[in-house]
């Protein structure tokens, strides 16, 4: 087990790339339960150690680093780690007074903001607890604040992380012993190794592009075709204050809205789909918080929106297997009805032209790309604001599906998720959707300069989602 090495695909190592300092490219959650439920009454940190510990053999990113290969030569490899300590990883915190929501929001901000290190396994779990003043959570509830490197996991793997460290029942056992208990890791590998591992992935650059090549031209001829039509979707995204360069500094905030009424509301509509209700929700927000700065945008702003091509029997695979589609959000529509059948054929365009280019395109197109040109190119994008000029998108909204019923840590259970994203240069808001146990939630992230006042815009949304639900 410590002598395996993993190569990083090309979609991860891009993760790895893109990293810097005012963006770290990690995501993340904030969690929170009620533990009036659990032994005694609360837990202790230690016993939280215990559980951690016994889990560490459901999910390979928990004990996983990246070793570099010299010159950028190939992608980065996955080890086991040789030094791995998981009090490194997971932290215990108190919330500072007033112990209220916009302080859980504040700190939330200020741990998300701080990049991983990356030489270690690329995660971190801050418990955090005093969380009593919090409007509708329970006494004496707690948070966890997940936040794993992006390289590592994606949307849909990172829900199979959250059941590696919960059950669907309050009961659960922590084991006298575990697999991981005496092990030793191998040794790192040379740099030799990693030089000779670098060269074997380069001869494989030609079948690379001879694939491609193969695969795509005609896909690209038909895509040529269909753009033609001069579909919403494939509009230049207009200059918005998220299209700025970043700072380190973070801000958040998060909303709950029922997952029936999302439903009813999409019945309502003609062809919509829970996924339309809830990016033309979004698209409502970003229309009511831009015209409260005065800065009303006459077309609408575009979403990335990351969509899983992970198989069944790829499922609790880690790693990231994702395509990108570009969908207009109906931003710069005030009518909700009128906003939601904008998106619905907006979606139906983004989706068509998915098709006509392959689920795989993005992966494809990044195989092309060498390592070492992939890496440099990378940091030039981020460090010289390149990545702000090229307005290919103007926030990320990601949909995430979690499990339908109630979920618990050591007894435990889930009151509240909210998903955490990377705000980037050029994409500073980054918008989770997760659905759990009925709810959907929202979590919001951005850059402290571009969004100074996170609870306005999460007002913003819940007053999008309330017209919604007047729609006749």
């Known amino acids: 087990m410590g002598d ?3 190569p990083l695909s090309d979609i991860d190592a891009l993760f790895l790339n893109l990293d810097t300092r005012n963006t770290p490219m990690h995501i993340g959650s904030l969690s929170i339960y009620d533990q009036s439920k659990a032994p005694g009454g609360f837990l202790r940190f230690t016993d939280i150690l215990a559980y951690y510990r016994s889990r560490l ?4 990113v928990f004990r996983r680093r990246r070793v570099n290969v010299p010159f950028n030569l190939g992608n980065p490899y996955w080890i086991e780690d040789p030094e791995f300590d998981i009090e490194f990883h997971i932290r215990h915190i108190a919330l500072p007074e007033p112990r209220d929501w916009r302080q859980l929001t504040i700190l939330a901000a200020r741990l998300f903001s701080r990049p991983l290190d990356l030489n270690k396994p690329l995660w971190e779990v801050y418990v955090i607890e005093g969380l009593d003043s919090i409007d509708g959570i329970a ?7 997940h936040k794993v490197h992006h390289s590592a996991i994606d949307g849909v793997s990172g829900a199979e992380l959250l059941a590696a460290t919960h059950e669907l029942g309050p009961d659960y056992d922590i084991p006298a012993t575990s697999r991981y208990d005496g092990w030793q890791a191998g040794s790192m590998p040379s740099d030799l190794a990693m030089y000779v591992n670098g060269l074997i992935q380069s ?8 694939r491609y090549m193969r695969n795509f031209a005609g896909r690209w001829v038909d895509a040529r075709q269909w753009l033609q039509g001069g579909h919403r979707s494939m509009q230049v995204a207009p200059d918005s204050p998220f299209n700025q360069g970043v700072t380190p500094h973070r801000v958040f905030d998060g909303v709950r809205f029922s997952l029936e009424q999302i439903k009813a509301v999409k019945n309502r509509v003609e062809g919509c789909t829970v996924n339309d209700v809830i990016i033309a929700i979004c698209g409502g927000g970003m229309h009511k918080y831009l015209a409260s700065r005065e800065e009303g945008i006459s077309d609408s702003l575009l979403a990335m929106m990351p969509k899983s091509t992970r198989s069944e029997a790829a499922m609790r695979d880690e790693g990231n297997q994702i395509s990108i589609m570009r969908v207009a959000i109906g931003s710069h529509i005030e009518d909700a009805r009128e906003r939601l059948e904008f998106v ?3 979606t139906h365009d983004a989706k068509e ?6 689920e795989d395109v993005v ?4 195989a092309l790309i060498s390592p070492a040109v992939a890496n440099l190119a990378g940091k030039v994008l981020m460090a010289t604001g390149l990545s702000e000029s090229v307005r290919m998108f103007n926030t990320v909204v990601t949909n995430v599906p979690g499990p339908p019923v109630p979920l ?7 009151q509240q998720f909210y998903g955490m994203g990377p705000a980037a240069s050029g994409l500073g808001l980054f918008q989770v959707v997760f659905s759990y146990n009925g709810i959907v939630s929202i979590g919001c992230v951005s850059c402290r300069e571009m969004m100074p006042d996170p609870a306005f815009y999460a007002r913003c949304l819940e007053e999008a989602y309330q017209e919604m639900l007047e729609l006749g």
């Not at 004496?140 to 604040?145: I, P, Q, R």
């Not at 001869?203 to 001879?210: D, E, L, Q, S």
């Not at 992966?363 to 990044?366: F, I, K």
């Open 57 to 60: 053999d459901r999910a390979k």
């Open 4 to 6: 395996t090495m993993q």
């Open 139 to 145: 006494p004496n509830s707690f948070a966890l604040l």
């Open 353 to 358: 032209l998915l098709s006509i280019l392959g």
């Open 203 to 210: 001869t494989r650059m030609p079948g690379k592009y001879a």
């Open 408 to 414: 618990y840590f050591m007894g435990c259970e889930m």
């Open 363 to 366: 992966a494809e197109t990044l």
């Open 344 to 346: 619905r054929d907006s």
